[in-house]
């Protein structure tokens, strides 16, 4: 039997979507169950529609402008739409608000029951909807120009800043610069899962790294620097206004389960400290933050997503 449920973000920038179609080990609070990390498995064929209607395809795979990269914590999804109607009413209603989530369709092939949740550790993907109400908390849809503003930041090496960690018995971290170079690497170069930017959370999302709105690089002294293009919109009106008003500082959101750290005094400190998101907060206290710094966005990254006016042919991204 073929089943539903409402997933990941969803990003559109000029005629490309992009984002998160699940996250691994979400639980939906209206159906109870989570999928396992990598349970959803590709279809010979896996199409991209408006409401799961059929006859408005605007994407699929393989060869149809939809390329899926399934990794341990979540399936994530990167599509050119063509000029055609369906994805012109896609985009539309992504704008407008109209659409909030994407859905999942997909077969069960293998799940148990823990503690009350349905727990999916295999499923067939068969097809992906952009729909209108999320069952998973994280999921939400945002269309977004850039605002042709960048925020640029640095996350220093070797040196005490204040931690936000939950951890009660540190007040400060410290990134040593060996690991935060691999963070970066594993970050922007592997690839291996999506980071984003966010203005305070999770839930004001304003870049992506699979969208080439989010990037960083290690700089010669052993600072991280990101970028993160400022997006038009709710968020990116408060990040601006925050940097304007009081001060903004760009902190990591660093993977816990996967980080390797020490106490030393009130300080802890990362020698590995692998990278989830950055998140942006007002601040009138930095504590070791360095100030970011607003620009206008580069001028090869401010138009790269624009519709053109020519026809162009489909092609994997």
Same mark, same amino acid.
């Given at each position: 039997?073929s089943?539903?449920?409402h997933?990941?973000?969803?990003?559109?920038?000029?005629?490309?979507?992009?984002?998160?179609?699940?996250?691994?080990?979400?639980?939906?609070?209206?159906?109870r169950?989570?999928?396992?990390?990598?349970?959803?498995?590709?279809?010979?064929?896996?199409?991209?529609d408006?409401?799961?209607?059929?006859?408005?395809?605007v994407?699929?795979?393989?060869?149809?402008?939809?390329?899926?990269?399934?990794?341990?914590?979540?399936?994530?999804?990167? /599509?050119?739409?063509?000029?055609? @109607?369906?994805?012109?009413?896609?985009?539309?209603?992504?704008?407008?608000?109209?659409?909030?989530?994407?859905?999942?369709?997909?077969?069960?092939?293998?799940?148990?029951r823990?503690?009350?949740?349905?727990?999916?550790?295999?499923?067939?993907?068969?097809?992906?909807?952009?729909?209108?109400?999320p069952?998973?908390?994280q999921s939400?849809?945002?269309?977004?120009a850039?605002?042709g503003?960048?925020?640029?930041?640095?996350? @220093?090496?070797?040196?005490?800043?204040?931690?936000?960690?939950?951890?009660?018995?540190?007040r400060?971290?410290?990134?040593?610069?060996?690991?935060?170079?691999?963070?970066?690497?594993?970050?922007?170069?592997?690839?291996?899962?999506?980071?984003?930017?966010?203005?305070?959370?999770?839930?004001?999302?304003?870049?992506?790294?699979?969208? &080439?709105?989010?990037?960083g690089?290690?700089?010669? &002294?052993?600072?991280?620097?990101?970028?993160?293009?400022? @997006?038009?919109?709710?968020?990116g009106?408060?990040?601006?206004?925050?940097?304007?008003?009081?001060?903004?500082?760009?902190? @990591?959101?660093i993977?816990?389960?996967?980080?390797?750290?020490?106490?030393?005094?009130?300080?802890?400190?990362?020698?590995?400290?692998?990278?989830?998101?950055?998140?942006?907060?007002?601040?009138d206290?930095?504590?070791?933050?360095?100030?970011? /710094?607003?620009? /206008?966005?580069?001028?090869?990254?401010?138009?790269a997503? /624009?519709?053109?006016?020519r026809?162009r042919?489909?092609?994997?991204?």
């Amino acid at each position: 039997m073929s089943e539903r449920r409402h997933g990941g973000e969803l990003r559109a920038e000029g005629r490309r979507l992009s984002g998160t179609v699940m996250r691994y080990g979400d639980v939906s609070p209206s159906h109870r169950e989570r999928f396992e990390p990598g349970a959803l498995r590709l279809a010979e064929a896996v199409h991209l529609d408006l409401h799961h209607d059929a006859e408005r395809a605007v994407a699929w795979h393989p060869g149809g402008g939809l390329t899926l990269a399934n990794g341990r914590d979540a399936l994530t999804m990167r /599509a050119e739409l063509p000029p055609i @109607p369906a994805a012109d009413r896609a985009l539309a209603e992504v704008r407008s608000g109209s659409v909030t989530g994407l859905s999942v369709e997909f077969q069960a092939e293998r799940e148990r029951r823990e503690a009350g949740i349905r727990v999916i550790e295999a499923a067939t993907l068969n097809g992906i909807g952009i729909v209108r109400a999320p069952s998973y908390g994280q999921s939400q849809v945002e269309a977004r120009a850039r605002s042709g503003r960048t925020l640029r930041a640095r996350i @220093p090496a070797g040196r005490n800043v204040a931690c936000r960690c939950s951890g009660a018995s540190c007040r400060l971290a410290r990134f040593m610069a060996e690991g935060l170079a691999e963070a970066f690497e594993e970050a922007f170069v592997e690839a291996k899962r999506e980071v984003i930017a966010g203005f305070g959370s999770y839930d004001a999302p304003l870049a992506s790294r699979s969208a &080439g709105t989010l990037r960083g690089r290690i700089l010669a &002294g052993g600072d991280g620097e990101v970028e993160i293009d400022i @997006p038009e919109g709710t968020a990116g009106a408060a990040t601006v206004a925050a940097h304007d008003a009081a001060g903004v500082i760009v902190r @990591p959101h660093i993977d816990a389960t996967a980080a390797e750290s020490v106490i030393e005094g009130e300080t802890r400190v990362y020698s590995r400290s692998p990278i989830r998101a950055f998140l942006v907060s007002a601040t009138d206290a930095r504590e070791g933050w360095p100030a970011p /710094a607003l620009v /206008a966005t580069p001028d090869e990254l401010a138009h790269a997503d /624009a519709p053109r006016t020519r026809r162009r042919a489909w092609r994997i991204l």
